[in-house]
């Protein structure tokens, strides 16, 4: 119905001309109202809530600051070393304060709120904290005297410790308005013209001077809402706006409406004069012709053009479409041909048998077939193909390319490659099959893969395996290093209430088993963290795991037998005798639980009724046994009771030549004495290698008292570990982490030792080790860390494995303590 509707040319450009003239008129009205009228109320409310959401969420930010803050001051009142006096502390309050002067003063409370130290110029007989904040971990209330509010922090258990006040100065929200104004999307005269003021939940003025109920001036108000450690302290932020003069719009003054109305009408009158003229001219262009069509009748010259215009376009907009149509058809035949290639690993290539040419697309180097779909097609002759190969191969491919000409079904060959090139002594498979394109014409098509000797192919599932395996070792590394830290807590102040207090008989009892308990729970991660590593026990996945592989003999047959006993032995009765004392074994614990389990599966299944291990050390100077490497190695002896009567034997050699297997891998060496298939009883030793006996292991003397910092981010395990050493007669001085560690060994360097928990965050303890022996080298570095999870390079330092017993820390730091002898 729009094509019918017919409108004059001096209409149109007459309303044309109007229109513009009007919005000329408009514009230049609205701009002089805005730049002369005063400012209306309620334009700059917009920016007023901004600002004072802005506002409130800036104080959040400051007081999750301020709780920063406090912390920061309580680590440099060194709380735990009862040899400072409240005076030192007050000092380095002092220090602190002067620099932070947004705090007037810092005051460390008692638990009952007396005063112990004050870092500011108030006296302590002035200084009170309400009881409620006292009773909280954090806590925000209004600050005496000149201080705008006080912070409360708990330094321990609210109520029962020792908590640090710090009360703000004035100086607390400098900046703020500021830094909000600036950011306030408005006019630079509204930015200027907002002011805050902050008030506390009491109502108090905290900043600021607040606005009364019925101030006409606009003013908003938004509250604080907390941060992630503090609840919202309930403060109110008001932004206003008293330097911005509100008045009533001035009224339209009639004369320039006039002169507006008469400036439109000018222009449309002037518009449909010249619109009549132009459309004149056309009138007769169109109408009147030179000469006549085939009927006779007159032609129009503009007719005729929009008549081959129109034509033209239409034959334009249909090749565009199919050109569009065939070149989206294209871009999904390549989309499919380039994950195909992606997932299967083939290239796909085409050979014209006329013209002998090849077109493959390649993103790797040109004229290599073996290459991937890139965006842009390769056209390559036959020779230059057969160029990239050895010349002894060039027949084999004229041959098979013939033969798929030939007849149907794929044909396969395999071609050397020749250089230059990083493919150069490979092998290409190539797979030919004869087909025909839209045209009728014969076509080869051709798929080809590289041959990677003893190398599985890179697929996206391989690929994806991998990453899941990674992502599930360091889950599971993460969760033995925890379950190894509660193991470290348990055993810790197990050992330390075995050692220090009488216990009665039952006591003693309930004592020992929970040590037994915790024992196997670490044999259970050592476990479970050698399943998801798939045998290899490396540290850290040093390739070398061979070299770092070791383990206790006597804890991994501890922890194993219960297995032992529950799910292949069963009734068996089962006797060790394994010293607790003896040199680890240079080998995993894997292995060892496999020749266990093979030794009971073949006892079992020869009906024989027992089953005893037995271990001794045998020293490096004396002869080795042959076949034996040179050097420490230990010597377990395995034997079973004879057959009972009615046992039903089922024999299985396989389990022999397993463990043999087995030992041998190790390095080590098997000897059996009997099998147990006779009338005697089963009995073989297995000799494996051992870690030597360094001369500092020896128990440190009793006297030897080291001073040892410990460094350990888990604040239980940091306890659990200074108590057993306090125990054991050492003076200990705790550290939450690396950097505290450094700032610790900047103030006073005299330690004997470090124990240095290797996974805490931020900075490794492999990383804390490095630092220390670069600038203080006369401390002795020792690593915990779950066993097996330390990488190569932690090989230089002692090495303590979580979880340990006072018994095993003992023994570490007598390993230290000769070289803090030196030393001193």
């Known amino acids: 119905m729009l094509d019918s509707v017919r409108i004059s040319l001096k209409v149109l450009n007459a309303a044309q001309l109007a229109g513009v003239a009007a919005a000329a008129f408009g514009l230049a009205w609205f701009g002089g109202a805005l730049s002369s009228a005063p400012r209306q109320a309620g334009t700059e409310r917009p920016a007023l809530v901004q600002a004072a959401r802005a506002y409130a969420d800036a104080l959040d930010e400051e007081l999750g600051a301020a709780i920063g803050d406090a912390r920061n001051a309580a680590l440099l009142l060194r709380l735990?070393?009862?040899?400072?006096?409240?005076?030192?502390?007050?000092?380095?309050?002092q220090d602190w304060l002067s620099l932070n002067p947004r705090y007037r003063d810092a005051v460390l409370l008692a638990p009952d709120g007396t005063p112990r130290a004050s870092g500011g110029g108030t006296p302590l007989l002035r200084i009170a904290t309400a009881a409620p904040a006292r009773r909280a971990e954090i806590a925000i209330t209004a600050g005496p005297d000149e201080a705008p509010f006080a912070l409360t922090l708990a330094l321990g258990l609210p109520g029962r410790s020792d908590s640090l006040v710090l009360r703000a100065a004035p100086a607390f929200f400098d900046g703020i308005g500021e830094r909000i104004r600036r950011g306030v999307g408005a006019s630079e005269a509204i930015r200027d013209g907002i002011r805050f003021a902050v008030a506390g939940a009491d109502g108090r003025a905290l900043l600021g001077v607040l606005p009364a109920a019925d101030d006409p001036r606009p003013h908003e108000a938004a509250p604080t809402r907390g941060s992630r450690d503090l609840a919202s302290p309930g403060w109110l932020v008001t932004a206003s706006a008293p330097g911005i003069p509100v008045a009533a719009p001035a009224g339209a003054d009639p004369r320039l409406i006039a002169l507006g109305l008469a400036l439109v009408l000018g222009a449309g009158g002037l518009g449909y004069a010249l619109g009549g003229r132009v459309s004149a001219r056309l009138r007769r262009l169109a109408d009147d012709a030179p000469g006549d069509g085939l009927d006779g009748a007159p032609v129009s010259r503009v007719r005729e053009i929009a008549a081959i215009s129109g034509t033209v376009r239409d034959r334009t907009l249909s090749l565009d479409a199919r050109l569009a149509g065939a070149g989206s058809g294209l871009d999904r035949v390549r989309g499919r041909l380039t994950t195909f290639e992606a997932m299967s690993g083939w290239t796909c290539w085409e050979i014209d048998p006329e013209t002998r040419q090849v077109v493959w697309s390649d993103r790797?180097?040109?004229?290599t077939p073996s290459g991937t779909l890139a965006g842009a097609d390769r056209v390559a002759t036959m020779a230059d193909l057969a160029a990239r190969f050895e010349p002894a191969d060039r027949p084999l491919l004229d041959l098979t390319l013939a033969a798929a000409l030939a007849a149907d079904g794929p044909h396969d060959v395999a071609l050397r490659l020749r250089g230059p090139g990083s493919e150069a002594g490979g092998r290409l498979l190539v797979r030919f099959l004869r087909g025909r394109d839209a045209a009728g014409r014969v076509r080869v098509h051709a798929l080809s893969r590289a041959i990677r000797e003893g190398d599985a192919p890179d697929t996206p599932a391989g690929a994806n395996e991998r990453r899941r395996n990674l992502v599930l070792r360091?889950?599971?590394?993460?969760?033995?290093?925890?379950?190894?830290?509660v193991l470290t807590v348990v055993l810790a102040n197990l050992g330390v209430l075995r050692r220090q207090t009488a216990l009665d008989a039952r006591q003693a009892a309930l004592t020992d088993a929970a040590l037994a308990g915790a024992h196997r729970g670490a044999a259970l991660t050592r476990r479970l963290l050698g399943l998801v590593r798939g045998g290899t026990e490396a540290a850290g996945g040093d390739a070398s795991g061979a070299d770092l592989a070791s383990s206790d003999l006597a804890a991994t047959v501890a922890a194993f037998l219960p297995f032992l006993q529950a799910n292949v032995l069963r009734e068996a009765p089962l006797v060790t005798r394994i010293p607790d004392d003896l040199p680890r074994a240079r080998c995993g614990e894997r292995l060892l639980e496999l020749v266990l389990l093979n030794l009971a599966f073949h006892v079992r299944d020869l009906g024989l009724h027992g089953f005893a291990i037995g271990a001794a050390a045998h020293p490096a100077g004396a002869p080795p046994l042959p076949g034996m490497p040179e050097g420490p190695a230990l010597r377990i002896l395995f034997a079973s009771g004879r057959r009972g009567a009615g046992a039903v034997m089922r024999p299985s050699p396989r389990s022999l030549d397993t463990v043999a297997q087995l030992v041998r891998d190790a390095g080590g060496a098997w000897r059996l004495v009997c099998d147990g298939r006779g009338e005697e009883a089963f009995l073989a030793e297995?000799?494996?290698?051992?870690?030597?006996?360094?001369?500092?292991?020896v128990a440190a003397p009793a006297e030897a008292r080291l001073r040892i910092l410990l460094v350990e981010s888990d604040s239980l395990v940091r306890a659990s570990v200074a108590e057993a050493l306090g125990e054991l007669g050492h003076a200990v001085v705790q550290a939450a982490s690396g950097e505290h560690a450094l700032a610790l060994l900047a103030q006073d360097a005299a330690f004997d030792a470090m124990i240095a928990d290797q996974a805490m965050p931020v900075m490794t303890g492999l990383q804390l080790a490095a630092t220390v022996v670069e600038r203080h080298p006369g401390i002795r570095v020792i690593l915990a860390s779950p066993h097996g999870q330390l990488p190569a390079a932690a090989r230089r330092f002692l090495q303590l494995d979580k979880p340990f017993r006072p018994e095993d820390l003992a023994s570490v730091l007598g390993a230290a303590a000769p070289a803090a002898n030196r030393a001193a």
């Open 80 to 93: 735990d070393d009862s040899g400072v006096s409240d005076a030192w502390r007050a000092a380095r309050l």
């Open 364 to 367: 790797a180097s040109p004229g």
């Open 474 to 485: 360091r889950v599971t590394d993460g969760i033995v290093h925890d379950f190894n830290d």
């Open 686 to 697: 297995i000799w494996l290698r051992a870690e030597a006996r360094a001369p500092e292991a």
